[in-house]
C-alpha cells in the first residue's frame, strides 16, 4: 500500500492511498471463511455452503470493510511515524465515486496540520490577579458565628429575640402531631411581641403562615405528606425555650477553634479569622485569573484555522443532515473552542505539563478527603479511602472531569509563573462587581 502526501490550495493535505490487492486479499479471503463456517442458507447444511455462494452475497461487503479496517491503521501509521499533529481527523476526499469492483483502489483523504503559533506571556493589557480581603465586617460575622458555634445552650423562661422554641403540633381531625423548632427571630415583630414574648413552657399558642416574616417559612419545616398541618391555625404546644449564650473571646475558645495556635489575643484570634475566609476566597481569585488568561490568549494569539475543513469535520460529527445557515452558526460558535483546544496543547507541549494516572488518583484522594473534612471526617481509614478514590476513578465521566481539573491547576501555575500580570487587593463586593462587570 502506497500513501503519497500532496499539498492541497485550502491550506490542508491530500493523502493519496493506493490499495492493491495484496494488502487485503488474505483478510478478505480468512473472514469469507469463517463466514461459510457460521453461515446458515436454506438448502445447505451449516459449514457446506459454496465458497461461490459466499462471496457472491458478502465479498462485497467483506472487501470495503476490510480496506477501511487497513485504510484506518495505515493512516494512523502514517501520521504518527511522520510525527504529523493534525486538526480533528482524516476525512474523506473523493472527486468521483469509488469503484470497489477493482483490485486496486484508490481513495483520498484530506487533514489539516495544527497551525503553527506562539504564546505570548507578555500581553499588552495583562490580567489582573484578585487578591480577596476579609473585611472588619465579614470578621465579625465570623467571629461572632464561632461564638454562637461554641457557646452554650441554656434555658430561658420567656422566648427571646435570638432563642430557638422547641414544641410539637398535634392536629386536631387526624390527632397526628409534629415536632417543631421554631426561630424567634422568623416570628414578625408584632406577633412575637403580642402571643410569645411572655409564653412559657407548657403553654399554647395558634400559629400560622402569618405569623412569620416569610409566609414559606412554616411549610419548609414540614415534608410533602404532612400537607395537613398546613391547612389553618395550628395550636403550638411549647416544650422548650433555649438560646445559645455565646462562648466568650478567651483563651478557652481560642484553644478550642485552634488547637494547634498558640493565640493569645483577640487581636490575634481575629486575624486568625481574617486569614481562614481569605483562604476560602483563593479558589474565586484563581478562577478569575484563569479565565481572564484564557480570554487574552483567544484574542490575541493570531491562529489561522482552516475554515473549509473545520465546516467539513463540523458536518462530519452531525447525526443530522445540517443547512448551510446551521454550518456558519456552528463555525462561529466552534472556532472559539478550537483556538483553546490547540492553546491548551501547546501549552501543555511548551512546559512539559505530564498527568500520569497516579497523579489523577492522588488528586482525586484530596479532593475525597477534602470533602470528607467538610463533613467532620478529618480522619479517614486508609483502605475506605482507597476505596472510594476506586470506586470514583472507575467511573470514566468522573476520571476525565477530575483529569481536567487537574490539568486546569497545572496551567494556572503556568499563568502565574510566565504570563506578565498586575495584582490588586480588595475586599469581596469589589471582586464580585469586577468579576462579573464586563466593562471592568
Not at 407548657?202 to 398541618?229: A, T
Not at 425555650?241 to 483563651?251: F, Q, T
Not at 475586599?427 to 462587581?433: A, Q, S, T, V
Request: glycine share 2%; aromatic share 10%; with cysteine.
Amino acid at each position: 500500500m502506497k500513501i503519497i502526501e500532496k499539498k492541497s490550495k485550502k491550506s490542508t493535505y491530500i493523502l493519496d492511498l493506493i490499495i492493491e490487492k495484496k494488502d487485503y486479499v488474505e483478510k478478505v479471503d480468512s473472514t469469507l471463511k469463517n463466514y461459510r463456517k457460521k453461515a446458515n442458507i436454506p438448502g445447505f447444511r451449516k459449514g457446506n455452503v459454496p465458497v461461490g455462494l459466499i462471496k457472491k452475497q458478502y465479498g462485497m461487503a467483506v472487501k470495503v470493510d476490510e480496506i477501511n479496517k487497513i485504510i484506518q491503521n495505515e493512516i494512523s501509521k502514517y501520521i504518527s511515524e511522520n510525527n504529523i499533529s493534525i486538526l480533528g481527523s482524516p476525512l474523506p476526499f473523493e472527486e468521483h465515486e469509488v469503484d470497489w469492483t477493482k483490485d486496486e483502489i484508490n481513495l483520498k483523504f484530506e487533514i489539516a496540520h495544527k497551525p503553527q503559533f506562539k504564546i505570548n506571556y507578555k500581553p499588552k493589557k495583562p490580567p489582573i490577579y484578585y487578591t480577596i480581603e476579609a473585611d472588619n465586617e465579614m470578621i465579625s460575622s465570623q467571629v461572632k458565628s464561632i461564638q454562637n458555634q461554641y457557646g452554650k445552650l441554656i434555658t430561658l423562661e420567656f422566648p427571646e429575640k435570638e432563642s430557638t422554641i422547641l414544641g410539637k403540633v398535634i392536629h386536631v381531625e387526624s390527632e397526628n402531631e409534629k415536632s417543631l423548632s421554631l426561630d424567634s427571630q422568623k416570628f414578625k415583630k408584632g406577633f412575637f411581641s403580642k402571643h410569645l414574648s411572655k409564653a412559657k413552657v407548657g403553654s399554647s399558642v395558634k400559629i400560622n403562615k402569618k405569623s412569620f416574616n416569610d409566609e414559606q417559612y412554616l411549610s419548609s419545616l414540614f415534608k410533602n405528606e404532612e400537607n395537613e398541618f398546613l391547612n389553618g391555625d395550628l395550636t403550638f404546644y411549647i416544650t422548650e425555650i433555649s438560646k445559645k449564650e455565646k462562648a466568650e473571646l478567651a483563651e478557652e475558645l481560642y484553644k478550642r477553634v485552634y488547637a494547634d495556635e498558640d493565640i493569645k489575643s483577640q487581636k490575634e484570634f481575629k486575624n486568625k479569622v481574617k486569614l481562614d475566609i481569605e483562604k476560602q476566597f483563593i479558589n474565586q481569585s484563581d478562577q478569575k485569573f484563569f479565565n481572564d488568561c484564557v480570554e487574552i490568549l483567544i484574542s490575541n494569539t493570531k491562529i489561522e484555522l482552516p475554515e473549509h475543513f473545520v465546516k467539513k469535520l463540523i458536518i462530519a460529527n452531525q447525526k443530522e443532515k445540517v443547512n448551510e445557515n446551521d454550518i456558519e452558526k456552528e463555525f462561529s460558535q466552534s472556532t472559539k473552542g478550537i483556538k483553546y483546544q490547540l492553546i491548551e496543547s501547546k501549552l501543555i507541549e511548551e512546559n512539559n505539563i505530564d498527568i500520569s494516572s497516579d497523579a489523577v488518583k492522588d488528586y482525586a484522594k484530596e479532593m475525597v478527603k477534602k470533602q470528607m473534612a467538610m463533613y467532620g471526617q478529618n480522619k479517614v481509614d486508609d483502605e475506605e479511602l482507597n476505596s472510594i478514590v476506586q470506586r470514583v476513578t472507575s467511573n470514566q465521566d468522573e476520571l476525565k472531569r477530575i483529569y481536567s481539573m487537574l490539568l486546569n491547576e497545572k496551567i494556572l501555575n503556568v499563568f502565574k509563573n510566565k504570563m506578565t500580570k498586575k495584582e490588586s487587593k480588595v475586599d469581596y463586593k469589589k471582586f464580585i462587581e469586577t468579576a462579573y462587570d464586563k466593562n471592568v
